[in-house]
């Protein structure tokens, strides 16, 4: 029951009306007895907003496109990895500061973890952009593949990327093409994992590559939630993959948020419940 004593969390995005993170969320509260609520915000100026949750005592936030690299300025502290990989999507108080952090890479990392052994394995990664920055910076920061291979159309993008993974892992086997030269990318390939937006609700038709360039079983994870089985999924599914949607990452992501601001076990279930429910509904 809302009342005076109700703490405030929020997703703070543009745009946002779409997110799944306020039922996710309010169904864990609900589970743990935990006098909360979780609301959604559409957020154009992250500056202003930031001022807002100190203000308004917001005890945490979501941050989603197009504020998680633009939120930092604003913010008192991040934590490691979160200053790696130079993005931010959570936001929670600590010793009085306002503390910026990255799940994306946790909630990421469990998911392919819980079903493919990433240690010394050769990953084929979709995609330069922000989520690939959490992606690849989880692969490093919590295991060893043997090869990193980033495959993405803008050839400045995926240098910089490059570039920027080896300067906090040296010892790391990274190399770059651009999507031509997939043919050979992928059969050295045991796991692929798109980080791009193409197969994404409404061009759910779409896929980022000839699906008969997918290799016979082998891992595929796709970032993508909506819908849960994107086409590269199915096609996947076709050659005997192990297929993974990004349903996954994102629960795995939010209950690493929910642990952070309550101290307290994520209800999983009830969770990925009110998750699958918003699918069913979309």
Not at 188 to 215: C, H, K, R, W, Y
Request: hydrophobic share 40%.
């Amino acid at each position: 029951m809302i009342n005076a004593h109700t703490e405030v969390y929020a997703i703070l995005g543009h745009p946002v009306r779409h997110s799944f993170s306020p039922a996710i969320h309010n169904a864990a509260f609900q589970a743990n007895n935990i006098n909360a609520v979780y609301v959604a915000f559409d957020v154009e100026n992250i500056a202003d907003a930031l001022k807002g949750i100190r203000a308004l005592g917001i005890r945490g936030a979501s941050i989603t496109i197009p504020h998680k690299i633009a939120i930092i300025p604003y913010l008192d502290e991040l934590t490691d990895l979160a200053s790696k990989i130079g993005s931010v999507n959570t936001v929670y108080w600590e010793d009085g500061k306002l503390k910026g952090d990255n799940t994306d890479a946790y909630g990421f990392y469990e998911s392919l973890s819980h079903h493919e052994e990433i240690t010394d394995k050769t990953i084929l990664m979709l995609g330069a952009g922000g989520a690939a920055l959490a992606v690849s910076f989880a692969l490093f920061a919590y295991d060893k593949p043997a090869k990193l291979i980033i495959a993405a159309r803008n050839r400045e993008q995926r240098e910089q990327l490059r570039s920027r993974l080896l300067s906090n892992f040296p010892d790391a086997t990274i190399e770059t093409c651009n999507f031509e030269s997939l043919s050979e990318a992928r059969k050295q390939s045991q796991i692929i994992i798109n980080t791009t937006p193409v197969g994404m609700f409404p061009n759910e038709d779409q896929i980022p590559f000839d699906p008969a360039l997918i290799p016979e079983k082998i891992t595929v994870m796709d970032l993508i939630y909506h819908p849960v089985e994107t086409r590269l999924l199915q096609e996947a599914a076709r050659k005997h993959c192990t297929i993974i949607p990004g349903t996954e990452m994102l629960l795995y992501q939010a209950a690493r948020q929910f642990e952070i601001w309550t101290g307290e076990k994520p209800p999983l279930p009830i969770m990925k419940k009110a998750l699958l429910s918003c699918l069913k509904q979309n």
